[in-house]
């Protein structure tokens, strides 16, 4: 077991009595991309998770270690400044602590060792639950009082920093998310609830395409974060009301169609469409129906791939074949784009069969191997032991 591994290093290596704390993955079951246009999204936390050993170390310096991924270790002193280090997880750290210092949170040196089965770049938002955990554990063990919702804004900050323009949807379902629930967040005003996810007789399955993406390091996403933003810009010349996508109709957008650039049009219609979705899918699941779930996920999938252009060959395809298995009622991309998982809801008598055969066409067809992973929906991030 990850927790159990992580920890006994941590006591093998630097002291017996670590604060374990467990930081959960998450799945967005419909609304990509409408987080940060201030729209409708459906996200879970999940049982797969990164694992934090930490303990108070007397000094005025982060010993922070990676367990189970390439070894290296890093550390940096109470204001974020420390040697050079090569790797990507580095960089959250730094920016965490650099962000609670300039919101004047005293800071004491720690160490930490860090693992967890959440796979990097799969669309399991791992980095939300990396800084969402390690804020967690630093507010808890200093007495720093930091509530949720503003340790939710220090992980999108943080990512912020890194060059990723997100919105808050991976911090809020890592923070606030239930057992056996979705969590319905409206971006606008950051209100949420729980949706049961209620369909007995099927299965929830990711299959990871093991096309990894680092959407920090290209523009894709921040580029389509900047054509919702144009269509704003003219929407807003016709109704100052207009605040983001979240305040423009279809008639709205409509109306300026030939003013705009059409990719930026073809992408902003998407996001409007997607939050139709995710109400389509909150009543589907209210209601157990697995046909219109289904419908939704692929419905949801093809957009994203002809629309807002973030699919890939090798993920279409995963979708594709999917749909030639008996009892698979609908699938797609989750995720931010560019690879990662799809997410698929197949029926129980079926699951194992048609897994099999999509992981056997998509070898055949790309030569890549992929995994599957049979969701388990689980609490949000929480102190283990203190």
Avoid at 11 to 26: I, L
Avoid at 148 to 166: D, M, S, V, Y
Avoid at 254 to 281: H, Q, T, W
Avoid at 319 to 336: F, K, L, P
Wanted: charged share 25%.
């Amino acid at each position: 077991m990850i927790q159990d591994s992580v920890t006994k290093f941590f006591k093998d290596n630097y002291s017996p009595n670590p604060v374990v704390v467990r930081s959960p993955g998450r799945v967005n079951l419909i609304g990509e991309h409408t987080d940060y246009n201030l729209g409708f999204v459906l996200p879970a936390s999940i049982e797969k998770a990164i694992y934090f050993a930490l303990q108070l170390n007397d000094t005025d310096t982060f010993n922070i270690e990676a367990f189970l991924t390439l070894p290296e270790k890093i550390s940096l002193d109470t204001k974020g400044n420390g040697p050079e280090f090569s790797c990507f997880w580095g960089k959250y750290f730094k920016a965490v602590i650099e962000i609670l210092n300039e919101k004047n949170y005293a800071l004491k040196g720690m160490d930490c060792v860090f693992g967890g089965d959440i796979p990097i770049g799969s669309g399991l938002s791992s980095s939300a639950a990396l800084c969402c955990g390690f804020t967690l554990a630093l507010s808890e063990m200093l007495g720093l009082n930091i509530d949720r919702t503003e340790i939710a804004k220090i992980g999108q900050e943080a990512e912020h920093r890194i060059g990723l323009n997100c919105g808050l949807m991976d911090q809020y379902a890592v923070l606030f998310g239930k057992k056996g629930n979705a969590l319905f967040l409206d971006c606008k005003d950051l209100s949420y609830k729980y949706v049961p996810i209620n369909l007995v007789g099927y299965s929830w399955v990711l299959i990871n395409s093991n096309i990894t993406h680092e959407l920090a390091v290209g523009n894709e996403y921040n580029d389509r974060r900047q054509s919702c933003e144009a269509i704003v810009k003219k929407v807003q010349e016709k109704n100052a009301n207009v605040a983001s996508l979240r305040d423009v109709s279809e008639e709205a957008i409509m109306s300026v169609k030939e003013e705009v650039n059409p990719i930026d049009f073809k992408r902003a219609l998407y996001v409007i469409k997607e939050n139709g979705r995710v109400l389509k899918m909150i009543k589907a699941l209210e209601k157990g129906d697995a046909n219109e779930v289904g419908s939704t996920l692929l419905a949801g999938h093809r957009s994203m791939s002809a629309d807002f252009e973030i699919s890939t060959s090798e993920i279409d395809y995963l979708v594709a074949v999917s749909q030639e298995q008996e009892g698979v009622m609908g699938s797609r991309m989750m995720g931010g784009g560019f690879g990662g998982c799809t997410i698929n809801l197949i029926k129980d008598e079926n699951v194992d069969k048609a897994v099999e055969d999509i992981l056997a066409a998509y070898k055949e067809k790309t030569g890549i191997t992929s995994e599957c992973f049979h969701l388990q929906i689980d609490d949000s991030v929480q102190i283990l032991n203190s």
